[in-house]
């Protein structure tokens, strides 16, 4: 998994985090880009994470990206709550599958696994 990190968090910390998500999903990483970026305030569902990805691979100059899944996620400056982040990582994911929000669950009701617990929130 490539990081491209525009946000405040530590891609030491952060990258395994995420690429534990891409592989519980039974995903090969090493097929995915994933851009974070800092966002803004708090909303209520998913504690401010949003994301989007796209269904199939692209190609982006710009971030000299070829022929991969794109996954990106905006993370609350002040507030990481692992919880949110994964639920909206795995609904992207999801995306990159091909599936329509027609053929999923809702984002809210996503079982969080063990792992997750490790990643408690943290205040920055
Ligand atoms: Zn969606």
Redesign the pocket.
Known sequence: MRLINETSYDSKWIKPFLQKIVKSEGLDHSEYVVHITNRRGRYSKLKGCAG?AYHRKIWWDRYKIKNKYYVKLKIPTKLFDANSVFKVMV??LA?TRGLR?KDMIN?TKIKIPSFVETFKTETF
């Open positions: 989007y609904h992207e995306h929000h984002i």
